[in-house]
């Protein structure tokens, strides 16, 4: 016992050789943009020797002598700059970095740089960059538009909710992103009206910025934040180029004044929700030139009221859980009644990986309530069963679980779409009618509609390079 206890003593044996080098599982910690004067997530990078040798690093540290805004850990030990590690032969040790960075006052994300140096006991020095791009925003906690207000085009973190009280117009700039924290929501009981530009949409998304895998940015998870609810007191809404996603739930209007214009949307996208993308209760509301994909619930519910579609996509291929279809159409809620007073689709596609997308939960209300059930769908490309229904006409259907051969890229190892038409898409090229080219005459893109060769959705087709 004495001599094993002395041998795992002694020391291994150590090379000072200027041959020898450390591997490193990357050669970069880069951090994406991230919020100044808030710290990031850690990422970690493995040091590995190779070598049958065991090496002795003489001196960690960080190439800016830690005023950059990065801190690292390694091996165990904290601080800028570190002494006297060992890494045994055929071993590794691991290092984790982090970074805050101050405030840069620009408008746009500034890029910080820094190295991690490591000084081998041969003298040899390697070397890890560090990079870390950083954004000044503006942060808003439980915040409440009690008068009418703008916010102008930059970036903010919303933590808890921001509340448009009643009576209130808060007007969203073209360029506005609102990044929200875990569980915060936007609530407008006055009204929102949220005008992006083609260039410059107004953009509400989760503030996490970091990757759940590599392949995996959490903004392309849902679940992420709230979502944006329309109080029974607002009216008058518009979101016009808006980007809205990964939220529990979309946009949601409450049951209110039936009389009145709720809600407006268009040129804008909803998708990646683990409830419904866009839910109307009893409202009038208009959508065009809008793509409104991928809920665990539907992408659209409509509980009564009046609506019109016009050149939307509609479509549902989202595969974290099961989920409900893409369209569903309701004449109650909770049994009470909620007459469809008009349900009007056209030159829309509703689709995806079900052979039938579209549901009515429609009853006869009785004489007591007439004109309950009202839709109509004309010149769209349909997955449903519509034949003998007068409601549906002059439109393409397509019952094989395949919708996602109508578009560019429907990827579920990666939760990538790309809702844009693909060169199979033949059943919705030419689909559409002309009757909206004054109205609607460029698509989500800003691409041009043409006479007599326009396409269902929200997109025309355009050819990519690998298709042609």
């Known amino acids: 016992m004495s001599v094993l206890l002395a041998a795992c003593s002694e020391d291994a044996d150590f090379s000072a050789s200027p041959s020898l080098r450390l591997e490193f599982s990357r050669d970069t910690i880069a951090f994406d943009t991230l919020f100044t004067t808030v710290g990031s997530p850690t990422a970690g990078l493995v040091v590995r020797n190779r070598n049958s040798d065991a090496l002795r690093i003489s001196n960690v540290r960080l190439g800016s002598g830690g005023g950059s805004g990065f801190s690292v850990l390694v091996d165990g030990q904290y601080g800028s700059s570190m002494n006297d590690l060992e890494i045994r032969g055929k071993d590794s040790i691991f290092v984790y970095a982090a970074v805050e960075l101050e405030r840069n006052g620009a408008d746009v994300p500034l890029m910080v740089k820094d190295s991690l140096i490591f000084t081998l006991e041969s003298g040899v020095q390697q070397q890890v960059a560090l990079l870390a791009y950083g954004r000044d925003v503006t942060f808003m906690r439980g915040e409440v538009i009690a008068t009418d207000s703008l916010l102008p085009g930059g970036h903010y973190v919303i933590y808890d ?159 974290w859980e099961q989920r409900d279809v893409a369209l569903a159409l309701h004449n109650s809620i909770e049994g009470a009644p909620a007459p469809l007073r008009g349900a009007f689709f056209s030159n829309c596609i509703i689709t995806g990986s079900r052979d039938d997308e579209v549901m009515g939960y429609l009853t006869n209300l009785g004489d007591t309530v007439p004109d309950c059930i009202n839709y109509y769908f004309e010149n769209s490309l349909i997955n449903t069963y519509a034949e003998g229904d007068s409601c549906f006409v002059n439109n393409s259907y397509d019952n094989t679980p395949l919708g996602k051969d109508h578009f560019r890229v429907i990827d579920h190892e990666i939760f990538y779409y790309d809702f844009h038409l693909g060169c199979d898409s033949t059943m919705a090229t030419g689909r559409a009618s002309d009757a909206y080219l004054e109205s609607l005459p460029y698509d989500l893109d800003g691409v041009l509609r043409q006479a007599g060769a326009v396409d269902a959705g929200c997109y025309q087709y355009v050819p990519v390079e690998e298709e042609e």
């Open 161 to 319: 909710s921001l509340v448009v009280a009643p009576d209130a117009t808060l007007a969203l700039e073209r360029g506005t992103t609102l990044y929200f924290h875990d569980k915060a929501f936007l609530r407008v009981e006055g009204t929102l009206d949220a005008r992006g530009s083609l260039e410059q949409p107004v953009v509400m998304r989760g503030d996490r910025t970091d990757n759940m895998f590599s392949y995996l940015p959490y903004d392309r998870v849902p679940g992420q934040w709230g979502g944006v609810v329309f109080a029974a007191t607002s009216n008058n809404n518009r979101l016009l180029h808006c980007d809205i996603h990964s939220a529990n739930y979309g946009v949601v209007v409450e049951q209110g004044d039936t009389a009145l214009h709720r809600l407006t949307i268009e040129s804008s996208k909803l998708y990646n929700f683990k409830g419904n993308a866009l839910e109307l209760n009893m409202s009038r509301a208009s959508v065009s030139n809008s793509l409104i994909a991928n809920a665990k619930g539907n992408c659209v519910k409509v509980v009564g009221g009046d609506v019109s579609f016009v050149h939307c996509t509609i479509a549902n291929f989202y595969v």
